[in-house]
C-alpha cells in the first residue's frame, strides 16, 4: 500500500535484457519511496540501473518483476494518466532534427491536448533558459537542444519531474538557472526525481539521495548523511621540495590517509577541517593548492569502506 | 489530442512525398511521351520472340495482346517492371512508423507525453498511407500531362484504373515494413527482412508468369505481386477480389502489429 505522502512507490522491481547466457541484470528488486514536495537525486554511475528504472516507471520498457506506482496509480495499466501528469527529460536527448524548437514544442502541447496555455509557459521557460526556439533542432548546440529538453519536459508545470541527467552539456549560469527554477519547484511543492552521476549536483538541490550500484538500491540517505562521507583529495605543490618531515606529519593525521609524494608535491586525502593541514604545511612555499571532489566511485568505496565512521 | 500525431506525421512528410511523386511521375510521363515512337506491331512482334521467362520478369503473361496496345506498352513501360520502384516508398514509410523514430531515440519522447502506444502506430499508419495517395495522385497527374503533351491516344480511365491500383498495393508493403520493424526491433535488421520479402515476392511472381500452364504455375499466387498486375487491370478494370485481399491483409498486419507492440519493450 503506498504511503500517504508518496508519490512514487517502488517494490521489488526487476528487469533483465536479453535472455539465456545473454540475460543481463539491470536492476534487481528495487523497493523506493519519493516524497511529495521532495527533490530525489538518484545516484550512481553509468551502466547502475538509473535509466532503466525512469524507462520502467514510463512504461517504455516492462519490468521482469515487481510492481511501481506513481500518485497511487499502477505504472502499466494507468501509464497514459500517469504521463499526463509527469514531465520527463531523457539522458539521450533526441528531438525531430527537421523541426523548429516551436514546432516540437506546439506537436508535444497539442499531444497533451493544451496548446495554449502550454505554450505561452514554454515562451516564459525558453526566455529564462535564452533559449531561441525559433532554429530548426538540427541547427541547435548540443547545449541548446538541452534546453530545449527542459522546456518541453517543464512546460506543462507537471506535478512530478522525471530527470535523467538533465544537466551535461549546459553552461554553468544555465546549470545555475535550472538548480533555481527546481528550488522553486519545491516551494511550489511538486516533486522532482532526479537521476545524475555529479555529486555536487545532487548535493545542490536534493533533499535525499539513493544511491544505485550494478542494479542494486545501496543506500537512501539525507543528503547532509551522504556528504558526511565526503573527503576531498588535495595536491599540494611546494616552490622548492617538501619540507623535511612533512610526510610523517601528515601520515600521523587521524584527517589525513593516502599520501603520496611525486617531486615537490604531496597529494592526500583528507576528511573534515582545513586547518590542521593548512598549519602543517606552513613550513615551506606553498606553490599551488588542488583540491579535488571526491568522484561518485571514491563516496561509494568510502561509504562502504567504513570511513563513514572515520 | 486525437489527430496529433496523424498531422505531425503529414507535416513531417509531406515534402518527401512530393519528390518522390515528382519523381515517379516524371518517370511516367516519360514513357507516356514515347509512346508515339513505337509501332505497336512491331511491338507485338518483338514481344512474341521473346521467351516466357524474359516476358515474365517485365511483368508480361500470356495474354500478349493487351500488351500491343498503347495502354500495354505504358503498362509494360512503368507499371509492370516498375512495381519494384513503387514498393521502395512504403518500405521507407514503414520503417518511419516505429524502428526510425526508436533508433533515433524520438519515440522515447513521444512515449513520454500521455499518448498510448497503438494510437501512435494507428496516426502514423494512416498519415503515411495518406501520403501513398498524395504520391499516387501525382503519378497519375504526370501520366495525364503526358497524355496531354504527347497528343497520345490512351484510355485514361483504364490509365486511372492500373494507377489507383497502386495505391492498396502501396498500403500493403507499408503495413508488412510496419510489422516487420516491430517484431525485428533494429532498423538495419527489419530493413533487410523487408528487403528480402519485396525480392523474393518478386521471384515468385516471375516464376508464376514464366511457368503459366504449368504445375508451378501456382508458385506465383503466394507473391503479392502477382495481385498487382498491370496487364489485368487493363484487360478487367478494377479486380475488386484483390484490392479486398490487400485491404484485409493490410488490416491484419496493423492489428498484429499494434498487439505486439503493445507488448514489448521500446527501444531496446
Not at chain 1, 224 to 236: A, L, N, P
Not at chain 2, 132 to 142: A, K, N, P, R
Not at chain 2, 229 to 252: C, E, K, M, R, T
Request: proline content about 3%.
Amino acid at each position: 500500500m503506498m504511503a500517504s505522502d508518496s508519490v512514487i512507490e517502488i517494490t521489488g522491481l526487476s528487469k533483465t535484457y536479453g535472455s539465456g547466457k545473454n540475460q543481463t541484470l539491470a536492476l534487481d528488486r528495487l523497493d523506493l519511496s519519493v516524497l511529495r514536495g521532495e527533490i530525489f537525486g538518484y545516484l550512481g554511475p553509468n551502466g547502475a540501473g538509473k535509466t532503466t528504472t525512469i524507462r520502467l516507471l514510463l512504461d517504455l520498457i516492462r519490468p521482469s518483476a515487481g510492481s511501481a506506482s506513481i500518485f497511487g496509480l499502477d505504472i502499466r495499466a494507468d501509464s497514459v494518466e500517469i504521463r499526463r501528469r509527469i514531465g520527463f527529460f531523457p539522458a539521450e536527448l533526441s528531438l525531430w532534427e527537421g523541426r523548429t524548437g516551436d514546432q516540437i514544442i506546439h506537436y508535444v502541447a497539442s499531444v497533451r491536448g493544451d496548446t495554449r496555455s502550454i505554450a505561452k509557459h514554454a515562451d516564459e521557460l525558453a526566455e529564462r533558459l535564452d533559449l531561441d526556439t525559433t532554429k530548426r533542432v538540427r541547427d541547435l548546440s548540443s547545449g541548446n537542444k538541452r534546453k530545449l529538453g527542459l522546456v518541453i519536459g517543464m512546460m506543462h508545470s507537471p506535478e512530478l519531474l522525471i530527470l535523467d541527467e538533465p544537466t551535461g552539456g549546459l553552461d554553468p549560469l544555465v546549470q545555475q538557472t535550472f538548480h533555481t527554477m527546481m528550488d522553486e519547484y519545491r516551494a511550489k511543492g511538486k516533486t522532482v526525481f532526479l537521476s545524475s552521476h555529479v555529486l555536487s549536483e545532487v548535493q545542490a538541490i536534493c533533499d535525499r539521495v539513493g544511491i544505485l550500484r550494478d542494479g542494486e538500491l545501496k543506500a537512501v540517505e539525507s543528503v547532509e548523511k551522504i556528504t558526511d562521507v565526503e573527503f576531498h583529495w588535495v595536491d599540494v605543490g611546494f616552490r622548492d621540495a617538501i619540507p623535511a618531515g612533512l610526510q610523517q606529519t601528515l601520515e600521523g593525521m587521524p584527517s589525513i590517509t593516502d599520501v603520496s609524494t611525486n617531486g615537490a608535491r604531496v597529494r592526500m586525502r583528507m576528511i573534515g577541517d582545513f586547518d590542521p593541514l593548512l598549519r602543517a604545511i606552513g613550513a615551506g612555499y606553498v606553490e599551488s593548492l588542488h583540491i579535488e571532489e571526491p568522484t561518485l566511485e571514491d563516496i561509494f568505496l568510502a561509504y562502504y569502506s567504513g570511513d563513514k565512521e572515520n | 489530442m486525437i489527430g496529433s500525431v496523424f498531422l505531425e506525421t503529414l507535416k513531417q512528410t509531406w515534402k518527401q512525398m512530393v519528390y518522390w511523386g515528382v519523381g515517379l511521375s516524371a518517370m511516367g510521363l516519360l514513357v507516356v511521351i514515347m509512346v508515339p515512337l513505337f509501332n505497336m506491331q512491331d511491338m507485338a512482334r518483338l514481344l512474341e520472340s521473346f521467351p516466357p521467362v524474359i516476358l515474365a520478369m517485365i511483368g508480361v503473361g500470356k495474354e500478349l495482346e493487351i500488351f500491343t496496345t498503347n495502354e500495354g506498352f505504358v503498362a509494360i513501360g512503368f507499371f509492370g517492371k516498375s512495381a519494384l520502384i513503387f514498393a521502395v516508398y512504403p518500405v521507407v514509410m514503414g520503417m518511419r512508423i516505429t524502428a526510425n523514430e526508436e533508433d533515433s531515440g524520438t519515440m522515447d519522447v513521444l512515449l513520454s507525453l500521455p499518448i498510448e502506444r497503438a494510437r501512435v502506430i494507428v496516426e502514423k499508419f494512416l498519415a503515411y498511407a495518406v501520403t501513398c495517395v498524395g504520391v499516387v495522385v501525382l503519378i497519375y497527374l504526370g501520366l495525364h500531362l503526358g497524355v496531354i503533351i504527347g497528343g497520345v491516344e490512351l484510355d485514361v480511365a483504364r490509365l486511372l484504373e492500373v494507377t489507383f491500383y497502386l495505391i492498396p498495393l502501396m498500403v500493403f508493403i507499408m503495413a508488412a515494413t510496419m510489422l516487420i520493424a516491430v517484431l525485428a526491433r533494429r532498423r538495419t535488421v527489419a530493413l533487410g527482412i523487408v528487403t528480402a520479402f519485396v525480392i523474393v515476392s518478386y521471384m515468385l511472381q516471375t516464376i508464376g508468369l514464366a511457368a503459366e500452364g504449368t504445375v508451378a504455375e501456382p508458385i506465383g499466387a503466394v507473391s503479392f505481386l502477382t495481385y498487382y498486375n498491370a496487364g489485368d487491370i487493363l484487360a478487367q478494370g478494377f479486380i475488386w477480389p484483390h484490392i479486398a485481399g490487400f485491404v484485409i491483409l493490410s488490416g491484419l498486419l496493423l492489428l498484429a502489429s499494434l498487439y505486439r507492440y503493445d507488448r514489448r519493450d521500446i527501444g531496446v
